[in-house]
C-alpha cells in the first residue's frame, strides 16, 4: 500500500536558517509527489509539484527515488514560512495519500 | 469565482443528531474528496467521487454517506453524530482523479 511518512511532527528554526521537512514515501511504482501547505486558519493549498520541478516561495523539494524521499528545502526561513506542511503521493490513478503533517514554526 | 466553498464554516453538534456538511464548486471538476483533519493524524480521505453519479468509499468511511447528484455538489453527512466524529472536514476537488486537489476552507465540527 502506498504510505506517506512525515517524522517530524514539529519543526522549530530561527528567521535566516535553513529548512528542510522530510517525507518518505512506499510505492512500488513511479509516484507522483506534491507538497500542500496550510497557512493558520486558511485552506490547504498546493505549494509545489515534483514534476514542475519549480521553486515556490523559495522552497524547492528533489524527488529521490533511490532513497524514496521528497524533502522540502528552504535555505532561508521566514516568519511568514511558519504553517503546517503536508507530503501527499498520488500513485497511478489512486487517491491522495497525505502524510501526518509537520508544523513549521519560525522565530524571529 | 468561488472555487470551492462549504458550509457552516463551524457547527456543534449533539450525539446522535444527524448532520449534513456541504460542499460547492464551480470548476467543473470532476472528481470530488471530503477528508478529516485530526492532529497527529493529518489528513484522512472519508470518500470520494470520481464523476456525478458515481462514489467511493475511502480510508474511514464508517458513520459518513455521501451522494453525487451532480457535478458541483458533494454533500457529506453523518447519520448520527458520534464524538469521534469531532473534527474538520475538508472539501476538495480535482479537475479528475489523481490530478491536483483544490480545497475548500473546512468545516470544524464539534459532537458533544
Known amino acids: 500500500a502506498q504510505r506517506v511518512t512525515q517524522p517530524e511532527k514539529l519543526l522549530s528554526v530561527f528567521k535566516g536558517a535553513p529548512v528542510e521537512l522530510k517525507c518518505n514515501y512506499s510505492y512500488s511504482g513511479s509516484p507522483e509527489l506534491f507538497w500542500y501547505v496550510q497557512y493558520s486558519r486558511q485552506r490547504l493549498q498546493l505549494l509545489l509539484r515534483?514534476?514542475s520541478r519549480e521553486s515556490i516561495k523559495g522552497f524547492t523539494a528533489d524527488l529521490n527515488k533511490g532513497e524514496t524521499s521528497f524533502h522540502l528545502k528552504k535555505p532561508f526561513a521566514q516568519e511568514e514560512d511558519s504553517a503546517m506542511y503536508y507530503c501527499?503521493?498520488?500513485?497511478?490513478?489512486?487517491?491522495?495519500?497525505f502524510g501526518t503533517g509537520t508544523r513549521l514554526l519560525v522565530s524571529p | 469565482i468561488a472555487g470551492i466553498t462549504q458550509a457552516p464554516t463551524s457547527q456543534i453538534l449533539a450525539a446522535g443528531r444527524r448532520m449534513t456538511l456541504r460542499c460547492t464548486q464551480d470548476m467543473r471538476h470532476n472528481a470530488m474528496y471530503w477528508y478529516r483533519q485530526d492532529l497527529g493524524l493529518g489528513l484522512r480521505l472519508i470518500h470520494y467521487?470520481?464523476?456525478?453519479?458515481?462514489?467511493g468509499k475511502g480510508e474511514v468511511p464508517d458513520g459518513y454517506s455521501v451522494s453525487r447528484a451532480n457535478t458541483d455538489d458533494f454533500p457529506l453527512t453523518l447519520a448520527s453524530a458520534v464524538p469521534s466524529q469531532t473534527s474538520v472536514y475538508f472539501c476538495a476537488s480535482s479537475v479528475h482523479r489523481g490530478n491536483e486537489q483544490f480545497f475548500g476552507p473546512g468545516t470544524r465540527l464539534t459532537v458533544l
Open positions: 467521487s470520481n464523476t456525478a453519479g458515481t462514489t
Open positions: 515534483h514534476i
Open positions: 501527499a503521493l498520488i500513485a497511478g490513478f489512486q487517491k491522495l495519500v
